[in-house]
């Protein structure tokens, strides 16, 4: 699956939330990270003009949102849910999973809805909410503060996911092997010009070194070409003061 469908599959379900703020903020959060399905579970009103003021430009996931009066409503179409909590106790889900093993997890599944569920800011899921997903996320915090805002919660959850199902955008393209083996060879003989390998063997083991460290550098056309310059300019640097 490409990354943008599997980006494009995810919902973030929020239920009850209560301030109209933090609903425009996860949309803030949700939008820097290319997720853009939002559910409310909710049969609150909402100050539209304050959570489009935090929305700011990512107004546009709540105007999109759906609303459902029930969470098992909004989970009837995913293929996999999961609630976001940090509470244990003995009717809730006793396994978790790490915002990053969550994205793993999703990044290797078939296709279909997957819906994140976020619980009220004062007390998050209730215990028959957890129930009704098939998973449990939890953010690891500091013990002696752990309670997180919503939105950073969402934001932290959504980071995750876009860090391992939408890569980073290629703007340095290395060097094969072969054009390194050409560049180390060029500087290679700009030092033996010079008389700079003394000892049986020396050669070897410094095209060997040069090999390794530029491929393991993965260095572009432009790099390469400015450390053969720079071993053409030794070479004749030396050879001036030698005159």
């Known amino acids: 699956m490409k990354e943008k469908q599997n980006l494009d599959r995810i919902q973030i379900v929020l239920v009850d939330t209560q301030d109209s703020a933090n609903i425009g903020s996860v949309c803030r959060a949700m939008k820097t990270m290319g997720i853009k399905r939002l559910v409310l579970v909710s049969n609150r009103e909402y100050d539209e003009d304050r ?9 546009d996931i709540y105007e999109n949102a759906v609303f459902y009066s029930s969470l098992k409503e909004a989970l009837s179409t995913s293929v996999y849910s999961v609630g976001a909590t940090r509470r244990r ?3 809730r889900k006793a396994d978790y999973l790490s915002p990053e093993q969550l ?3 999703i990044s290797n599944m078939g296709e279909g809805l997957v819906s994140i569920v976020f619980g009220r800011e004062d007390r998050g899921l209730t215990d028959d909410e957890v129930n009704e997903c098939s998973q449990i996320v939890t953010i690891a915090t500091s013990e002696e503060f752990p309670s997180l805002n919503l939105s ?15 890569p980073f955008p290629v703007e340095n393209t290395p060097v ?13 003989s700009s030092l033996d010009s010079i008389g700079y390998f003394k000892q049986q063997y020396e050669k070897k083991w410094t095209i060997s070194l040069l090999e390794d460290v530029f491929e393991r550098a993965s260095l572009n056309e432009s790099e390469l070409k400015r450390f053969e310059k720079l071993f053409d300019k030794m070479c004749k640097i030396a050879k001036y003061k030698k005159q």
């Open 103 to 105: 994205a793993d997890k």
């Open 89 to 91: 106790g003995k009717y």
């Open 152 to 166: 950073q919660a969402v934001q932290i959850i959504t980071y995750s996911l876009y860090n391992l199902l939408k």
């Open 51 to 59: 959570l489009r003021t935090l929305a700011l430009h990512a107004s």
């Open 176 to 188: 094969n092997k072969e054009r390194i083996t050409k560049g180390v060879e060029r500087a290679s």
